[in-house]
């Protein structure tokens, strides 16, 4: 569901350029949940390099901002496998979850959402967790259910590497691997 990679960064912080997507709720007129941001330039370049070339159109690069205390338990849109960079992470816990009952389980689509779904906690099981810190890097299989809580009022923020839908996990974590071996 996920996997701590045996790598640090050292990527500044990035504010908000380009809107590329976001997935959230307006309450009471504050507009909370993620949001994805344009990188391009020599830090799109640095996270590309990462990855084998031979993969790299397999590969989009992005920069997130959560601002909601909590994004409730979903699988992401249009994208398999996502390889976060952590900046700004304030103890934020990632959850992954199981259904308790495959096919009896309700689901929320958003307007913005194509394949993504937004799920009840109250309908799964609680499989793992991980808080990260800032200068790490975790592969996180998105296409498995997840939620972020965080107790704090911060934003947290990450460069995300995300793979199509079509590369799994596995293969993933294999190519990035493959990618850290020629450093
Ligand atoms: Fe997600």
Redo the contacts with the bound molecule.
Sequence with gaps: MFTKLDLTHDLPEQGPTELLHQ?GKSIDGNWLG?SYYKVDGEIEERLKSYIPEKYRSFFQVNYMIINSSY?PP???DKIST?INFYVNTADAVTRFFDKKQVNQTSSEKLPEQSN?RIYKSEDLNLVSEFIAKPKEVYL?D?QKL?S?SCSKQENRTSYCLQSHIGISYEKCLEIFNAGLAQW
């Design positions: 997935f993620i994004i979903h699988i992401d996502t993504g996180l998105v997840h972020v």
